[in-house]
C-alpha cells in the first residue's frame, strides 16, 4: 500500500537516537534545548518550546495568553480537531469561521464579517487559530490587521507548515500573530515520533509555556513567593527548592525525540523541495481530468504537506476513495469539518454552519505526497485514476 504520507529514516537518525540511548540523559538532557534552538533560528523567532504533541503545544499556547471560561476561540472547521479541543481544554467556548473557496484556509472576509456581528453581541474572540491548511500559509497580513482592530491574540496552527514561506517571510517567525505551533507526527513534514513545538519572540510567553510543560513548577528565585509564617518551608535561594505556582502538565519531549528532530530539521529544505517537484508532477499529469487541483497562492511558499484534489461531488468521491483504496493507494480525506463532529454537534453546531467547509470536504481526496514516494509509484496513482474517474 503506498501511504498518503510516510515519515523518512536515515541512518544519520538512527545514530542520532541511538547517541541519546547511549548518553546520561532520556530526558531533561540537552538535546531538548538544541533542537528548540534548531528550530526556532530555522523559522526566524526569538524562542522555541518543545512539547510531546502538536496538541499540547496548542493547549499550551491558551494557557500562556490566558485564555479561560467565558472567552471565545474561533478556528477554521477544515483542520484536525485538536485546533478546536484547545479552547475546550481551558473552559473556553470555541467557534467556526467558514473557508476560503480557493485555499481552503479559513477565510479573512469571512472572519472580518462574523467579527463585525460579535462586535455588536459582546462576544468577540479572545485567541483566532488560523491553520495553514495542506502547508499553504493563512493569508496573515489581513488577519492580523483584524487582530489589531479587534483586540484578539493569534496561534498559528502550523502543524502542516514547518519550512513554508507567509510574503517570503517562514511560517513561526512571529511577524503576525503571538505563538505559532508546529506537529511532528510521523505523517508531518519532519518527525520526532510524536511532539510539537512552539515559537513566539515574547520571552514571558515562552516561559510561561516552558513552566506549564512541566507542572506549572519553577526553579528560578525571582518567581517564587514566600511564606512569611513559615520560611523555613519556603527558601527560595536553596539549589534543590522549587515551587508549583500554577496548574501545569507534563507535556515534555524527550531527549530521544529531540534527537531525532534535530536531525531531521537538517533536510527539512530537502523535503519540501521534493514535495514542491512531486505537487507540480501531479499538477502536469491530472490538468485535463475532471479533477480541481490544489490552488497554491505565488506570494507564498507551501510546505506542502498535502495534495488534496476536489472530485465532482460526494458519489464521485466514495466510487473514487474505493476504488483508489482497492488499488492499494492509500488515499485520505482532509478534513470532516469539525463543527460536525458528533462531541462538537453536541455543544449546539450542526451541518450547514459552515457550507463552503461541508461543500469542499464533500468532493476532498488527499492524494499521497511524501519526500521517498517515486515517480513510477506517482504514475501509477495517476493511471489509476484516470481508468476509475475517465
Ligand atoms: C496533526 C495536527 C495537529 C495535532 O498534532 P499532534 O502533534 O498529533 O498533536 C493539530 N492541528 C493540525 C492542523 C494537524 O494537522
Avoid at 453536541?346 to 514516494?373: H, N, Q, W
Amino acid at each position: 500500500m503506498i501511504p498518503y504520507g510516510r515519515q523518512d529514516i536515515t541512518e544519520a537518525d538512527i545514530a542520532a537516537v541511538e547517541a541519546v540511548l547511549r548518553s546520561d540523559f532520556l530526558t531533561q538532557g540537552p538535546a531538548v534545548p538544541r533542537f528548540e534552538q534548531a528550530v526556532a533560528a530555522k523559522v526566524g523567532a526569538a524562542n522555541g518550546v518543545a512539547v510531546n504533541s502538536a496538541t499540547s503545544a496548542l493547549h499550551l499556547a491558551c494557557r500562556a495568553l490566558d485564555l479561560g471560561p467565558g472567552d471565545w476561540l474561533w478556528t477554521s472547521p477544515n483542520t484536525f480537531v485538536a485546533s478546536a479541543n484547545c479552547a475546550r481544554y481551558c473552559g473556553a467556548r470555541v467557534d467556526f469561521v467558514d473557508i476560503d473557496l480557493r485555499t481552503y484556509n479559513l477565510s479573512a472576509e469571512a472572519l472580518s464579517t462574523k467579527l463585525e456581528q460579535a462586535d455588536k453581541t459582546g462576544t468577540l474572540p479572545k485567541i483566532v487559530i488560523p491553520v495553514h491548511f495542506a502547508g499553504q500559509p493563512c493569508d496573515m497580513p489581513a488577519i492580523a490587521a483584524l487582530a489589531e482592530r479587534y483586540g484578539f491574540k493569534i496561534i498559528e496552527d502550523a502543524s502542516h507548515a514547518i519550512g513554508a514561506r507567509c510574503d517570503g517571510e517562514p511560517v513561526g517567525n512571529g511577524r503576525h500573530s503571538s505563538i505559532t505551533v508546529f506537529s511532528f507526527h510521523p505523517v508531518k513534514l519532519i518527525t520526532t515520533g510524536e511532539g510539537g513545538l512552539a515559537t513566539t519572540n515574547d520571552p514571558e510567553l515562552a516561559e510561561r509555556m516552558t513552566r506549564l510543560r512541566s507542572h506549572g513548577i519553577t526553579r528560578d528565585p525571582a518567581r517564587m513567593q514566600t511564606d512569611p509564617d513559615s520560611p523555613a518551608l519556603s527558601p527560595p535561594a536553596e539549589p534543590w527548592y522549587y515551587q508549583q505556582i500554577e496548574l501545569g502538565y507534563n507535556y515534555r519531549m524527550t531527549d530521544i525525540q529531540a534527537a531525532l528532530g534535530l536531525s531531521q530539521l537538517q533536510r527539512l529544505d530537502d523535503y519540501i523541495a521534493r514535495r514542491h517537484a512531486l505537487a507540480e508532477r501531479y499538477d502536469r499529469l491530472l490538468v485535463d481530468l475532471p479533477v480541481r487541483l490544489p490552488y497554491r497562492d505565488p506570494r507564498h511558499r507551501s510546505a506542502l504537506h498535502l495534495y488534496p484534489i476536489q472530485v465532482a461531488d460526494h458519489t464521485t468521491r466514495a466510487k473514487t476513495f474505493q476504488a483508489l483504496r482497492d488499488a492499494d493507494i492509500g488515499v485520505n480525506v482532509h478534513y470532516i469539518p469539525v463543527h460536525t463532529q458528533p462531541d462538537f454537534q453536541r455543544l449546539g453546531f450542526k451541518a450547514g454552519d459552515c457550507p463552503v467547509s461541508e461543500v469542499y470536504y464533500e468532493r476532498t481526496i488527499s492524494l499521497p505526497l511524501y519526500p521517498a514516494m517515486t515517480e513510477a509509484q506517482q504514475d501509477g496513482i495517476v493511471a489509476a485514476l484516470q481508468r476509475i474517474i475517465d
